[in-house]
Every structure is written in structure tokens, then in C-alpha cells.
């Protein structure tokens, strides 16, 4: 039987997964904080067809000269990466390169999150109608939303930067 290994923060976390998965899998708990693990067994069967699946993948990109392809799994989309030549998939590699996606995806979020604020209240409108505007206004500029929203958060000015600066115009206007 395979086992598929997720390292948890914390012992509460892991317990926290396996309740997410809800006897989707055989899961148990092993080590304890800083380096929890859940351990999900997989069926012999499954396990196989598994790793034959992205075996087969990871081979056809590698043949045909293709770094990664999008696969599906219902509603989800995942990166496979083609393995290097002569060299099996890496699962490390995989899940660095989701990490950086997903970092990538949470920085742009918190852009455009500060932009829809800014906005709504620059307009006087709801969020939702200040990102629909802001939407708008990237595909009619044929830029991207993320471009958009750091342009429209780089017009705030900082209030630390501001209190340095008074403070410095002060202390040059008041005599020594």
C-alpha cells in the first residue's frame, strides 16, 4: 500500500486535515509540532493507476519537448511538470512551483483587494462596483487587473513617508 505524505505546521492542523477528509482516505498522524506529518494510505489499485497516470504524462512531455501541462481534476487545475531527462517525476519540484504560483496569485489578490478599496471610496461606491469598473477598464486598456490595481494603489501617498517628510519641513522652517 502507497502513502502519501503532507507535512502540517502543527499537530492541531493535521488534525484539522484529517477531519477535512472525512474518511475519504486512511489517515493517521505521526510525529508531533514542529514536524507533524498525515500519512494517507492509498489503496494498491488506486496507487497504481496514480503513478501510471502522471508516469505516462510526465514521459509524453518530456518526449515532446514540453515543460508542464494543466490537469484537471473536477472543478481544480494542477501543473505537472515533465520530469528532467532520465529522471522521475519530482515531486518537490511540483509542489515548489504550485507554492510559487499560489504566492504569486495571494500578491496580486492583496493588490487588487487595495485597489477595489481605494477605489470604492474614492468613487463612493460598493467594492463589488469598483472592481467591476476596474475589470473593465484593464480589458478595454488591454492590460492585466493586477497592473491596473498597483497603478490605482501606488496613487495613495504613505502616511509614514508623509510624517517624514512634514517632520523635515518642519525642523528646516523652525530656527535653530
Not at 61 to 81: K, M, N, P, V, W
Not at 110 to 117: F, L
Not at 152 to 174: K, L, Y
Request: hydrophobic share 45%; aromatic share 4%; charged share 25%.
Amino acid at each position: 500500500m502507497d502513502v502519501i505524505r503532507v507535512r502540517t505546521p502543527s499537530t492541531a492542523h493535521a488534525q484539522r486535515l484529517i477531519a477535512a477528509l472525512d474518511g475519504e482516505f486512511s489517515a493517521t498522524l505521526n510525529g508531533g509540532s514542529p514536524s507533524t506529518e498525515v500519512e494517507l494510505r492509498l489503496d494498491s489499485e488506486t496507487a497504481t493507476k496514480l503513478v501510471g497516470l502522471f508516469d505516462a504524462v510526465g514521459v509524453w512531455l518530456s518526449d515532446g519537448g514540453l515543460d508542464a501541462c494543466q490537469i484537471g481534476f473536477g472543478e481544480r487545475s494542477y501543473t505537472l511538470l515533465a520530469a528532467l531527462l532520465n529522471k522521475p517525476n519530482d515531486a518537490a519540484a511540483f509542489l515548489l512551483e504550485r507554492t510559487i504560483q499560489l504566492q504569486t496569485a495571494l500578491d496580486s489578490r492583496v493588490v487588487i483587494e487595495q485597489a477595489k478599496g481605494i477605489l470604492a471610496e474614492r468613487e463612493a461606491i460598493s467594492p463589488d462596483e469598483a472592481f467591476l469598473k476596474m475589470r473593465g477598464q484593464a480589458r478595454s486598456r488591454r492590460v492585466k487587473l493586477h497592473d491596473l490595481a498597483a497603478g490605482i494603489v501606488s496613487t495613495v501617498s504613505n502616511p509614514a513617508e508623509d510624517g517624514a517628510a512634514r517632520q523635515s519641513h518642519v525642523e528646516e522652517a523652525v530656527p535653530g
